[in-house]
């Protein structure tokens, strides 16, 4: 099941006593369960066509109307071909419709380049007025439902392509998977897998590493994240992003140090085919990676 399609499923189940709730759809559908929700409520499905621009006007005004609108696509058409729309009908009216991009960050499997977001986080969080939200699995996508429907302002939640897992502990705009550690590995989304295990990796060669998951990226939960991180001894972020405009920067902007090297995709890079698991390894960003270039870094430090 694509992540996506368990927001879907949230929906499915929501719509069936909020009569407010439509999904609007960019003739992607099947690519990530959106047809689930027009299966099971038609009357409030609506399938827009390749028309990005023109679905998420649509969606403002429904929402103006007291509607709440989820509007899905892939994250690359989304944020970038409707971008003035989200910002000028959505950020600056402050209309309360929620943006659901799939196949957000590099692993875009056998899609082209035009398909990868790379940098939606950048777009996204800086927009005024507007959640950003990276869920890591179908529980943290139920909390980010309930977060996002009692908000009432935009927002947007990214999905990878790749399926996932679920991740130990409860959902929440910021936590440890698995409890404190001397080092924090950062992450969002399908990269806090990553980074979960990679400080397993860590931890089996005696290092004290532990994964921060952080599911909500704009407005930051800063005190929550401070609070969290507070007294560790080194914290690297691991992102399913390129380098500027990510979680690392959006950290540094809440006045964090992050510790190099960087996890990220290339900042000079505009994407590639392949299955995820040789897309991670040639570019360092496997969990095997990861932790490799940790445990040298700290060895060096000694």
């Not at 943006?99 to 005024?128: F, R, W």
């Not at 698995?178 to 989304?189: I, K, N, Q, Y």
């Not at 004290?208 to 998951?213: I, K, L, N, Q, R």
């Not at 920067?249 to 995709?265: I, K, M, T, Y």
Request: with cysteine; proline share 6%; net charge neutral.
């Amino acid at each position: 099941m694509r992540p996506a399609a368990h927001c879907v499923q949230a929906l499915v189940e929501r719509a069936a006593h909020d009569r407010r709730i439509w999904v609007l759809d960019g003739d992607l559908a099947d690519s990530y369960g959106a047809d689930r929700f027009a299966a099971t409520h038609p009357d409030r499905f609506l399938m827009a066509g390749i028309a990005e621009q023109s679905m998420v006007s649509t969606a403002a005004g429904m929402a103006a109307c007291g509607l709440r609108p989820w509007v899905f696509s892939f994250a690359a058409f989304l944020c970038y071909r409707a971008y003035d729309q989200i910002r000028v009908g959505l950020a600056q009216a402050g209309m309360p419709v929620t943006l659901v991009g799939s196949h957000s960050g590099g692993c875009g499997g056998p899609n082209g380049k035009s398909h990868l977001a790379l940098n939606d986080i950048a777009v996204m969080a800086s927009l005024p007025n507007v959640d950003v939200w990276a869920p890591a699995s179908d529980r943290d996508t139920r909390f980010v439902v309930d977060a996002v429907m009692t908000a009432d302002r935009p927002a947007y939640i990214r999905y990878p392509r790749e399926p996932w897992g679920e991740l130990p502990g409860e959902p929440a705009e910021c936590r440890w998977i698995g409890g404190r550690r001397r080092f924090a590995l950062v992450s969002c989304g399908l990269f806090s897998h990553v980074a979960n295990d990679a400080a397993g990796m860590l931890r089996a060669r005696g290092i004290d590493a532990g994964a921060v998951h952080v599911a909500r990226l704009a407005p930051f939960p800063a005190d929550a994240f401070a609070a969290l991180v507070d007294g560790v001894d080194g914290i690297w972020v691991v992102d399913d992003h390129t380098r500027f405009g990510g979680l690392a920067d959006l950290l540094r902007a809440n006045g964090h140090a992050v510790r190099e090297p960087a996890f990220s995709w290339p900042a000079n890079w505009s994407g590639d085919v392949g299955p995820a698991a040789e897309l991670l390894r040639r570019h360092g960003l496997s969990a095997a990676d990861v932790a490799g270039r940790i445990a040298a870094e700290l060895a060096r430090g000694r």
